[in-house]
């Protein structure tokens, strides 16, 4: 941590920049989309969760039964994997 580094005043804008300068670098475009180191895996577990639940209910109400009984037996799995990995990461 600097020692020159002063809570209390506000940030002139050049230091601003720099800032977000070097989060931009670490981060990627990749980054902007899904966020930083630590909030990326879940947003991506997350995002893949979506993926799968919205075809899923559309197949329920729009197609037969037997076409969305199959896809919900394939994918069920996956979702249960999803969710475990949301919750006990933290374990």
């Given at each position: 941590m600097p020692e020159n580094?002063?809570?209390?005043?506000n940030p002139n804008a050049?230091?601003?920049?720099?800032?977000?300068?070097?989060?931009?670098l670490e981060s990627?475009?990749?980054?902007?989309?899904?966020?930083?180191?630590?909030?990326?895996?879940?947003?991506?577990?997350?995002?893949?969760l979506?993926?799968?639940?919205?075809?899923?209910?559309?197949l329920l109400f729009f197609a037969g039964t037997t076409s969305a009984g199959d896809y919900w037996n394939l994918i069920t799995p996956i979702i249960t994997l999803i969710?475990?990995?949301?919750f006990g990461k933290n374990i």
């Open positions: 580094l002063k809570y209390n005043t050049s230091e601003l920049l720099l800032r977000s300068k070097g989060m931009d990627g475009w990749l980054g902007k989309l899904f966020g930083n180191s630590k909030t990326a895996p879940s947003n991506i577990a997350c995002l893949c979506l993926l799968l639940l919205v075809p899923g209910i559309a969710f475990g990995y949301l």
